[in-house]
């Protein structure tokens, strides 16, 4: 059973349009969530976070949108450049016993084109 | 280069024999983290450590897996008697303390043959 699902597995984007790169949960006790990036050959690397106390967290081109209700989040990057081309987490964790236990979904590829 | 390391990156080895891996972590961290991620799948938890204590271990990490942190700086995953299915990226992360943000290093990529 996905915990954490991101159905997409792949997303083509045009140099300067904005992606869109969606996550649903289904664990209503996750109030933690980060998007990783990951080249190939190369561990995933931090990009962003955002609490569950908030519905939003920006940084520079790329943006969290959390809904809880729907138990939604999705990173929006505008606007979007060749180097993004990567493979997009997003991971999920309560926080428990006071650490970050993350549940990862499967990754989105994103291409985008010069 | 500050970042976590692992050793080796790649390790082919035959079904039956063991394996070992080692980890480095951001040298302030006292929190590691060990995780497996199979092809088409995300990473999984197996384990972590607070210092040198080992404090939660996966379903995943079956008797065959063992990991430490005997100094309470780097750590080794053994995978005993190894098995095809143990074929994946297995990934060490850092933070530090209660941290959300977790930095992962390259990954160990173990093929069993």
Known sequence: DQQVKQNS??????EGRISILNCDYTNSMFDYFLWYKKYPAEGPTFLISISSIKDK???GRFTVFLNKSAKHLSLHIVPSQPG????????????TSGTYKYIFGTGTRLKVLA | DTGVSQDPRHKITKRGQNVTFRCDPISEHNRLYWYRQT?????????????????????????RFSAERPKGSFSTLEIQRTEQGDSAMYLCASSLGVSEKLFFGSGTQLSVL
Request: net charge negative; hydrophobic share 35%; aromatic share 10%.
């Open chain 1, 57 to 59: 967290n920006e940084d």
């Open chain 1, 9 to 14: 597995p792949s997303l083509s984007v045009q």
């Open chain 2, 39 to 63: 092809l088409g799948q995300g990473p999984e938890f197996l384990t972590y450590f607070q210092n040198e204590a080992q404090l939660e271990k996966s379903r995943l990490l079956s008797d």
């Open chain 1, 84 to 95: 993004d081309s990567a493979v997009y987490f997003c991971a999920a964790s309560p926080v």
